[in-house]
């Protein structure tokens, strides 16, 4: 990744900053030009709260080079509260204590994504987590 597109996309991995459509308020994410539900202009900032539920998941065995040093791990479609679906990477699971299940709820997290190899550049975005409940 060049360093200036990773700097461009800051907003989107650290704070999951989408957006909201002012003609039909759908909640978008990652930002788009044109809003994906009724082809209208959609600009206006939206912070999501990253905080949602799995949809789907899988368990990536045989991941891509940049990835293999965290092999086994598992990818999940998170539904979030504001309604965009957001593909990312689970974390801090301990799945002998508490198995990955469709519906459950989860948090947003940054963490190491990838080294860009000989250049040294950690790339760090999100991935989320199984929520931490307050008591």
């Keep these: 990744m060049q360093l200036?597109?990773?700097?461009?996309?800051?907003?989107?991995?650290?704070?999951?900053?989408?957006?909201?459509?002012?003609?039909?308020?759908?909640?978008?994410?990652?930002p788009r030009d044109?809003?994906?539900e009724c082809g209208e202009e959609a600009n206006t900032p939206l912070n999501?709260?990253?905080r949602g539920q799995v949809y789907s998941?899988?368990?990536?065995?045989q991941p891509p080079e940049s990835h293999a040093e965290q092999a086994p791990y598992t990818v999940a479609l998170v539904k979030l509260?504001?309604?965009p679906t957001v593909t990312a990477q689970l974390t801090d699971l301990d799945e002998d204590q508490q198995?990955?299940?469709?519906?459950?709820?989860?948090?947003?997290?940054?963490r190491?994504?990838?080294s860009d190899g000989d250049r040294g550049l950690l790339i760090y975005g999100y991935?989320?987590?199984p929520l931490i409940q307050q008591s």
């Design 57 to 61: 998941f899988t368990k990536v065995v």
């Design 34 to 36: 044109i809003c994906p």
């Design 48 to 50: 999501l709260s990253g």
């Design 99 to 110: 198995p990955v299940e469709i519906g459950m709820p989860v948090e947003m997290v940054t």
């Design 81 to 83: 509260d504001e309604g």
């Design 112 to 114: 190491k994504l990838y």
């Design 127 to 129: 991935k989320f987590r």
């Design 4 to 30: 200036p597109r990773h700097w461009r996309l800051n907003k989107q991995r650290y704070a999951l900053e989408g957006e909201v459509c002012t003609h039909c308020q759908a909640k978008i994410f990652p």
